[in-house]
T-cell receptor, first 113, second 114 residues
Framework: AQSVSQHNHHVILSEAASLELGCNYSYGGTVNLFWYVQYPGQHLQLLLKYFSGDPLVKGIKGFEAEFIKSKFSFNLRKPSVQWSDTAEYFCAVTTNTGNQFYFGTGTSLTVIP | EPEVTQTPSHQVTQMGQEVILRCVPISNHLYFYWYRQILGQKVEFLVS????????KSEIFDDQFSVERPDGSNFTLKIRSTKLEDSAMYFC????????????FGPGTRLTVL
């Protein structure tokens, strides 16, 4: 069965530090990959997505992610985090067998000013 | 920017009672979804709905659950006889296409079953 793993459950960083959140999926076929963010008290918002083409995807607020097919990974990066990036980050996958999202367990990011 | 809305934001109910969670998807979207997130666990797919019928459902979506689009704007999730383990955050989402399209999520309804 398809699954999504996020290795970091809780990350604490100081402002201006670099961020990388891991995401791996298990599915041998074509996938579409997403990162969603959930700020405290708010709903899930799309950060970025990959369907095809350039495996390095740039999203909103300075985030980017790289799809590495050989590693089944789609890690999220940001060179310099801000306090306002404090949120829960979810990796998600859809496959060519259906339109449901498979979510990871989420990574809670706390940025200390 | 159009948004998915959900009501209520928090629902408290007694075990065995029926609850209806309401969602208003983005107006030109055609695909509708329900997900749930039990506290501390991952967001799980429940069901997708297209053209007035269920297109996909997970193992979680058993006979206690049903969905309906009663009019042109609302999309509801009904739990017939709630159990303690139904306590979770329920998210509605909508998209204008299938798996190549982004799903837009509502703010969620927190269901607490006592």
């Amino acid at each position: 069965a398809q699954s999504v793993s996020q290795h970091n459950h809780h990350v604490i960083l100081s402002e201006a530090a670099s961020l990388e959140l891991g995401c791996n999926y298990s599915y041998g076929g074509t996938v579409n990959l997403f990162w969603y963010v959930q700020y405290p008290g708010q709903h899930l918002q799309l950060l970025l997505k990959y369907f095809s083409g350039d495996p390095l995807v740039k999203g909103i607020k300075g985030f980017e992610a790289e799809f590495i097919k050989s590693k089944f990974s789609f890690n999220l990066r940001k060179p310099s985090v801000q306090w306002s990036d404090t949120a829960e980050y979810f990796c998600a996958v859809t496959t060519n067998t259906g339109n449901q999202f498979y979510f990871g367990t989420g990574t809670s990011l706390t940025v200390i000013p | 920017e159009p948004e998915v809305t959900q009501t209520p934001s928090h629902q408290v109910t007694q075990m065995g009672q029926e609850v209806i969670l309401r969602c208003v998807p983005i107006s030109n979207h055609l695909y509708f979804y329900w997900y749930r997130q039990i506290l501390g666990q991952k967001v799980e797919f429940l069901v997708s709905f297209y053209n007035n019928e269920i297109s996909e459902k997970s193992e979680i979506f058993d006979d206690q659950f049903s969905v309906e689009r009663p009019d042109g704007s609302n999309f509801t999730l009904k739990i017939r006889s709630t159990k303690l383990e139904d306590s979770a955050m329920y998210f509605c989402a909508s998209s204008d296409g299938q798996n190549t399209d982004t799903q837009y999520f509502g703010p969620g309804t927190r269901l607490t079953v006592l």
